[in-house]
């Protein structure tokens, strides 16, 4: 019986080292952090084609809210993100966005990452508004293609409050965007 425990032990012990060599690996962690950057230059530059070669053509967005279906297909994504973009330049104004990756799992050809994102909204100048945000923690698979591309598989978020992306504590070699600062308030 002590062996039969000490097969398995050494069995499940074998199945988790190329995970863990793959997450010590920083060109992987590099690769997989430049696809923050190019979703942050798409969001703040609103360009949907940029955002096109993330997503994989058979990829799934679950989006927030319960009445909300499961979108199927980097097309249907893509219209989801292109009607996003439509309402930010109907207003005339610009968002930005940026993301704390808190956790990275690697298996094989996938990545999977969990983090919060925080959107910061900028109203056209004349309309007086102020800058507002909003936040949300999110789940995001990723796999690399045949091409050695790596692309999102499955996309998922939910509304957060944005001091929990403030209070995201950075994790050695993930990416941890720094772009923002608490907003201030003013108390009239």
Request: glycine fraction near 4%.
């Amino acid at each position: 019986m002590r062996q039969f425990f000490r097969g398995i032990f050494v069995l499940l012990t074998l199945m988790t080292i190329p995970s863990v060599w793959a997450h010590t690996n920083p060109e992987l962690d590099q690769s997989i952090n430049t696809h923050y950057l190019q979703l942050m230059s798409a969001f703040n530059k609103l360009d949907i084609a940029q955002i096109d070669a993330l997503y994989a053509d058979n990829a799934c967005y679950l989006p927030e809210g319960q009445n909300k279906a499961i979108i199927i297909g980097k097309d249907n994504i893509l219209e989801l993100h292109r009607s996003f973009f439509s309402r930010i330049k109907a207003k005339q104004a610009r968002i930005e966005v940026d993301f704390r990756v808190i956790d990275r799992q690697i298996t094989g050809q996938q990545v999977t990452d969990v983090g919060y994102f925080l959107v910061r909204f900028f109203p056209a100048p004349e309309t007086g508004e102020s800058t507002s945000e909003f936040a949300g923690k999110y789940v995001s698979v990723l796999e690399q293609n045949k091409d050695g591309i790596w692309q999102m598989m499955v996309d998922s978020s939910h509304r957060a409050d944005p001091s929990l992306f403030f209070s995201a504590k950075p994790v050695d070699k993930l990416y941890y965007g720094e772009s923002f600062s608490p907003l201030i308030t003013m108390k009239e």
